[in-house]
């Protein structure tokens, strides 16, 4: 994987170079504004950005309201190396380090509808347990039908009696020959109503962290049934809760070893929570962005918003935030890359990321006035979504208390 400040290089001749790393100018060309991305992440900025405004933001508030988005989206981001990156290779991946992640998950989100980009991306906490720790022939099944679009993967760990607690879920999958008989539910599970492949968190032994287990389950499962959830906010995010009924799974779908599910899921954890960091840092921005376009236009008491002291003060502890939450994760991506593990930072990022976006969709919402309570603006949308965010991938204080832990308090 490339640090920061080199190029992506193929590592043989057989490696996928998408169309938008072929077609960059030599590095000599371009002007670096930032140490952290090269040439190649800023050709990849400019293929998500046209993709973003062609085909997501004009149809966001629409998805929104329906409650849904095409099927159709998914081969679309498949075809311009989105859904790929990060994955191997060998499965129709791309190479990307940390800041392709930053790139991708921070210019989805200039369409303000974090319910877009939940589903369309569910397959980055749904399929990295499969690409780690399933048997060659599943990966070799199952990824190149996700990475390519033609299939959604979901992850589903939370339960209807707890959500953080993930070492005492109670799904139980029993071995019954050459099958796990899986019997439980699952709830909050993002794309949950479409998805075809859910990997699923099962108890397969005794209590705790130990006898936790992942399996493969596919949607068409016999005994599997859904239910659609009515949300806050990610609305056109399909949410359910799943029931397993004696789901009957072949042993073949096992995700790892039996009992090693917990250290899976763990680190498919800090990633997620990266991903989050960055779209909500982005999501803040967004606020920040809307919240001076409307401050220069509107026009109160004979002047602009803008020109009025407690609003120009508003925007500038927005823009202080936004750009300290920035930093923070790029510097933290940096050291990832350097082969570091700062769980501790990593939770207190992802909480300073969401605190960042609350306080400014907020104050958005705030300069906008009655404008900021209607529906169809960016800022009022991002609002209805800040606790979702604030919740999910482990709630605010899950992460003090797990950051806590780790500085050996």
Same mark, same amino acid.
């Given at each position: 994987m490339a640090r920061p400040g080199q190029p992506?290089?193929?590592?043989?001749?057989? $490696?996928?170079r998408p169309w938008w790393l072929r077609r960059i100018r030599p590095r000599g060309e371009t002007a670096m504004k930032s140490p952290f991305y090269t040439a190649e992440h800023d050709a990849f900025r400019d293929v $998500?950005?046209?993709? +973003?405004e062609k085909e997501i933001a004009p149809f966001a508030h629409e998805w929104d309201e329906a409650g849904e988005f095409p099927r159709a989206l998914y081969r679309k981001a498949a075809e311009i190396g989105l859904l790929g990156l990060g994955f191997p290779e060998e499965y129709g991946g791309i190479a990307a380090d940390q800041f392709m992640k930053i790139v991708a998950s921070q210019e989805l989100a200039q369409a303000g509808a974090g319910g877009i980009s939940a589903s369309l991306m569910s397959h980055t906490i749904g399929s990295p347990p499969i690409a780690? %720790?399933?048997r060659p022939e599943v990966r070799a099944r199952v990824l190149p039908q996700v990475l390519s679009?033609?299939?959604?993967? %979901?992850?589903?760990i939370t339960e209807p009696g707890g959500g953080s607690d993930v070492a005492n879920l109670r799904t139980r999958a029993r071995r019954d020959g050459d099958h796990y008989v899986v019997s439980g539910e699952k709830t909050f599970i993002t794309s949950g109503v479409r998805a075809d492949y859910l990997t699923v968190a099962v108890r397969t032994g005794g209590e705790g962290a130990g006898g936790v287990s992942l399996l493969l389950i596919e949607g068409d499962t016999p005994g599997l049934s859904r239910t659609k959830l009515k949300k806050m906010g990610w609305w056109a995010s399909d949410t359910a809760t799943l029931h397993f009924d004696a789901c009957r799974v072949p042993a073949e779908n096992l995700i790892g070893e039996e009992g090693q599910g917990f250290k899976i899921i763990m680190r498919n954890f800090n990633s997620e929570r990266m991903g989050m960091a960055a779209?909500?840092? %982005?999501?803040?921005?967004?606020?920040?962005? #809307?919240?001076?376009?409307?401050?220069?236009?509107?026009k109160t008491f004979g002047k602009p918003l803008a020109q009025h002291q407690v609003i120009r003060h508003k925007i500038v502890d927005m823009a202080q935030k936004v750009a300290a939450s920035q930093a923070m994760l #790029? $510097?933290?991506?940096?050291?990832l890359e350097q082969g570091e593990s700062p769980v501790a930072e990593i939770c207190m990022m992802k909480n300073q990321a969401t605190q960042t976006m609350a306080f400014c969709a907020? #104050? %958005? +919402?705030?300069?906008f006035g009655g404008a900021g309570f209607m529906r169809g603006i960016k800022a009022e949308r991002i609002y209805r979504e800040v606790k979702v965010n604030a919740i999910g991938g482990g709630t605010e204080e899950i992460m003090k208390d797990l950051a806590s832990r780790q500085m050996g308090l």
């Open positions: 992506l290089r193929a590592s043989g001749p057989t $490696m996928f $998500m950005r046209r993709f +973003v780690r %720790a399933a679009g033609e299939k959604i993967s %979901a992850l589903a779209s909500c840092t %982005a999501y803040a921005r967004v606020c920040l962005d #809307e919240a001076i376009a409307y401050a220069k236009e509107r #790029e $510097m933290l991506a940096w050291r907020s #104050e %958005a +919402v705030q300069i």
